[in-house]
């Protein structure tokens, strides 16, 4: 009976602390400068673009050598937060190339649209609820932390154009 009441004590423990923890711009800014670090480190990104296994671990060690007072933890804190950061970005980069209606605010680090543009755009992409004149001061970190999970702008290939390549340097031989 006793271990059964520890186990239920600790699996509150763990949803009090999923739910409550607000991160602040520092952890967020701290955590952003941290995956940088990864990113450039090439043992902890796979070849698919996508971190290696145990990275949280590593990213929570990081996190605690930088800022020992927010005791954040790999799981849940860091891998919600991060799955919180890329989302937003994926969600921002894609309004942004659409473009039509959608800005980026460089002072402010937001996403700028008319409400009638964005509320348009949410009822078909809920990812996007909320990020309309919301700072996003990590947007310019993103690509290079998301970069093989999202390919945008002026280099961006599409499969077909990677079939296209292939076919035309097999042409050439």
């Not at 990104?45 to 996190?63: C, H, S, V």
Request: contains cysteine; hydrophobic residues 35%; negative net charge.
């Amino acid at each position: 009976m006793e271990v059964n009441n520890a186990n239920k004590r600790r699996k509150q423990t763990i949803e009090r602390t999923k739910t409550n923890h607000q991160w602040t711009k520092e952890e967020d800014a701290t955590l952003v400068e941290c995956l940088r670090v990864l990113v450039e480190d090439r043992k902890w990104k796979a070849d698919n673009g996508t971190f290696r296994t145990w990275y949280l671990i590593q990213l929570e060690k990081m996190m605690e050598t930088r800022l020992p007072q927010s005791k954040l933890k790999a799981e849940p804190h860091i891998e919600s937060r991060v799955k919180t950061l890329k989302r937003q970005y994926n969600a921002i980069a894609e309004m942004l190339a659409l473009g039509s209606g959608f800005g980026w605010d460089d002072v402010e680090k937001c996403l700028i649209a008319s409400k009638d543009v964005f509320d348009d755009w949410v009822r078909s992409h809920p990812n996007a609820k909320g990020l309309r004149n919301k700072a996003f001061p990590h947007y310019d970190d993103c690509p290079a932390i998301f970069r093989k999970d999202r390919a945008t702008g002026l280099g961006a290939e599409t499969a077909a154009d990677a079939m296209e390549e292939i076919e035309g340097s097999a042409d050439d031989d």
